[in-house]
C-alpha cells in the first residue's frame, strides 16, 4: 500500500522536501533534538495508513529537507579567511570561472589554496589589477590583502550577494603568475569549455564572437557595457543564460542523428544523458542549466527505465538538487526567474495560444508570442523586487529575436563539434552565424533604444495592474460581441498606459 500511493503521489514528496530546504533561509533547528523528533516521526509513520501516512512521510521528508539546508547554510557561512583580514600575504588558488572587466579592476572567483603559510579551501573573490586576465582553470600566485566585501549601495548588496555564494572575503591582488592548472572534475568542465569556446565561432571575432560563445556558453563578459545594458532594456538579456532551448536542441540533434545512422533509441538516450551531462560541466553551475539539465537527463532516463514523463516531478527534482546543494539559491534572482519562466510556459502557453486562436495572428508566431507574453507578465513582478525595473517592450523584442535562436544555438554548437574535424565547414559554419548574432545584436539595440523600454519601481507597479486588467478583461470575454467590447475597453487601457508613462 505505501509503495503504491510514494509512486502514486511523487509531487507531494518532492514539494515537501523542495519547502524544508527552502525553510532553512527562514531559521534553523538545532540538530540534535530535531533528529530525534524526526526518527520518532518515521516510525510513526508506519503505524499510520493511506493518506495519513502520505502525510506523516512528507512531514518527515520536510523535516529531513530543512535539517540539511540548515547543515548546508552552517558550511557555507563558515570561513577560515575572515580571520586574515587587514593581511596580505602569498595567495595560491585556483580560478574557478572566467574573469570580469569592470571599470577599474578584473573580478573573478576563485578556490584559495593558501593563504601565507596556512592550508585553506575556501572560495572568494580576487581582484586583480586591469590587463590580461587569468584564464579559468589556472592555478595563480599573487601577493593579495584580505578585505571585506564592499556594503551595500545604490541598491546592490555585493556583502549579501558573495555570502549566498559562500564567500566572504575579497583578495585584492597586485599581480599573478600562472602555477599551473586544476584536475579532478574542475580539469575536464574546463577543457570542456574550451573545446567549445575554440570552435563555436572560428575566423570570428569582437562582437559576433562574443555573443555567439554568450548565447552557447551564457558568458557575457566578452560582450561592451552598451550592447549588455541594451539586452537588459529589451528583456533579452536571458538568451545570455543557458536555459532549456539548448538543452533541448542538444538532445534534438543527438536523436536525430541516432535516428538517421541507424541506431538504436536506448543508445541514442543514453548518449543524450552523456551529453547534456557534458554541456552542463562546459557551461558551469548556473542555475538554469542545471534545471534544464536535470529534466532533461530525467526525460532520458525515464524512456530508458519505460516510465511515464512528467514534467512537473521533473521541475521539482531540479529544484530539489539545487536547494540541497545551497539553500540560498532560493533568494537568487537567477533561480526565481528561470523557475518562474519554466512555470509559466507550462500553465499560461496552452491557455493563451487557445485565446489566440480567434485572431488573425499566423499559427508559426502563435507559439512564441504565447511563450514570450507568460514568461514576461511571470518575470515582470520578479524583476520589479529584485531590480526596480520592468522592461516594457520584452514580447515584442523576444518575438523579434526568436527566429536567430535556433539557428544560433545549432550552427554553434554543431560547429564547436565539427571544427577539430573539418576546420573549412566550421568557419563557413561560423559565418552564416555571425549574421545571426548581428541580427540578434540589432534587436536588442533597436528594442533596447525605444523611448521608457525600462520603468521604474512605481511606474512597473501601475504597469502591471494596467496589463491585469487588460488580460483578464480579454480571458473572460469569450462571445464575439463581448470580445470585440473587450478589445475597445483594450485600447482604452493601452492608451490610458501610453499616457501615464508619457507623462
Not at 599551473?180 to 575536464?188: K, Q
Not at 536525430?256 to 554541456?279: D, F, K, M, P, T
Not at 514534467?311 to 529544484?319: C, M, Q
Not at 523584442?397 to 526568436?402: I, P, R, S
Request: aromatic residues 8%.
Amino acid at each position: 500500500m505505501i509503495v503504491r500511493r510514494l509512486r502514486a503521489r511523487p509531487h507531494i514528496l518532492a514539494a515537501a522536501l523542495c519547502a524544508g530546504l527552502a525553510a532553512a533561509n527562514i531559521s534553523r533547528p538545532q540538530a540534535l533534538p530535531f533528529i530525534a523528533v524526526l526518527l520518532a516521526a518515521s516510525f510513526g509513520a508506519f503505524a499510520l495508513e493511506g493518506t495519513a501516512r502520505l502525510a506523516a512521510v512528507a512531514l518527515v521528508l520536510a523535516g529531513a529537507g530543512w535539517l540539511w539546508g540548515a547543515f548546508r547554510l552552517d558550511v557555507l557561512d563558515r570561513s577560515v579567511l575572515t580571520s586574515r583580514i587587514g593581511h596580505v600575504d602569498r595567495v595560491v588558488a585556483e580560478v574557478a570561472a572566467p574573469a570580469r572587466h569592470g571599470q577599474f579592476a578584473l573580478r573573478a572567483m576563485v578556490e584559495v589554496e593558501s593563504f601565507g603559510q596556512f592550508p585553506i579551501h575556501e572560495r572568494a573573490l580576487l581582484e586583480l589589477p586591469l590587463g590580461r586576465a587569468p584564464p579559468q582553470g589556472t592555478v595563480i600566485e599573487t601577493v593579495a590583502e584580505a578585505r571585506e566585501p564592499r556594503p551595500a549601495e545604490k541598491g546592490f548588496d555585493e556583502r549579501a550577494w558573495l555570502r549566498r555564494q559562500g564567500v566572504h572575503v575579497v583578495l585584492r591582488g597586485r599581480g599573478w603568475h600562472q602555477l599551473g592548472r586544476r584536475g579532478g572534475l574542475g580539469g575536464i568542465s574546463d577543457s570542456l569549455r574550451g573545446f567549445v569556446r575554440s570552435g563555436v565561432a572560428p575566423g570570428l571575432d569582437g562582437e559576433r564572437a562574443a555573443l555567439i560563445a554568450g548565447v552557447v556558453l551564457g558568458a557575457d563578459e566578452g560582450l561592451s557595457r552598451e550592447l549588455q545594458e541594451r539586452f537588459q532594456q529589451s528583456g533579452l538579456y536571458h538568451l545570455l543564460a543557458v536555459s532549456g532551448q539548448n538543452v533541448a536542441i542538444i538532445a534534438g540533434a543527438i536523436l536525430l542523428l541516432a535516428a538517421l545512422a541507424g541506431v538504436s533509441r536506448w543508445l541514442g538516450e543514453l548518449c543524450v544523458v552523456g551529453a547534456i551531462g557534458s554541456y552542463v560541466l562546459a557551461v558551469g553551475l548556473q542555475p538554469s542549466v542545471v534545471r534544464a539539465g536535470i529534466a532533461g537527463a530525467l526525460a532520458s532516463l525515464a524512456w530508458l527505465a519505460s516510465r511515464p514523463r512528467d514534467r512537473w516531478y521533473f521541475l521539482l527534482v531540479a529544484a530539489v538538487g539545487l536547494l540541497a546543494w545551497n539553500p540560498y539559491n532560493l533568494l537568487e534572482p537567477g533561480f526565481q526567474l528561470s523557475f518562474a519562466a519554466v512555470c509559466a510556459i507550462f500553465v499560461l502557453v496552452p491557455r493563451i495560444e487557445g485565446r489566440l486562436e480567434g485572431y488573425p495572428v499566423p499559427r508559426l508566431l502563435a507559439t512564441p508570442l504565447a511563450v514570450a507574453a507568460a514568461c514576461g507578465l511571470c518575470a515582470a513582478p520578479l524583476l520589479w523586487v529584485d531590480f526596480g525595473r520592468v522592461p516594457i517592450y520584452s514580447v515584442f523584442a523576444n518575438v523579434l529575436a526568436e527566429p536567430a535562436m535556433p539557428f544560433l544555438l545549432g550552427l554553434g554548437l554543431i560547429s564547436a563539434v565539427v571544427h577539430p574535424l573539418v576546420p573549412v565547414v566550421s568557419e563557413s559554419l561560423a559565418w552564416v552565424n555571425g549574421w545571426c548574432a548581428a541580427y540578434l545584436a540589432w534587436c536588442a539595440r533597436l528594442v533596447g533604444g525605444l523611448p521608457h523600454s525600462q520603468v521604474a519601481s512605481l511606474r512597473a507597479l501601475l504597469l502591471l495592474a494596467d496589463a491585469a486588467v487588460l488580460m483578464w478583461m480579454l480571458w473572460r470575454l469569450r462571445r464575439p460581441r463581448l470580445r470585440r467590447a473587450g478589445e475597445l475597453c483594450g485600447a482604452g487601457v493601452a492608451l490610458g498606459l501610453a499616457w501615464r508613462l508619457l507623462g
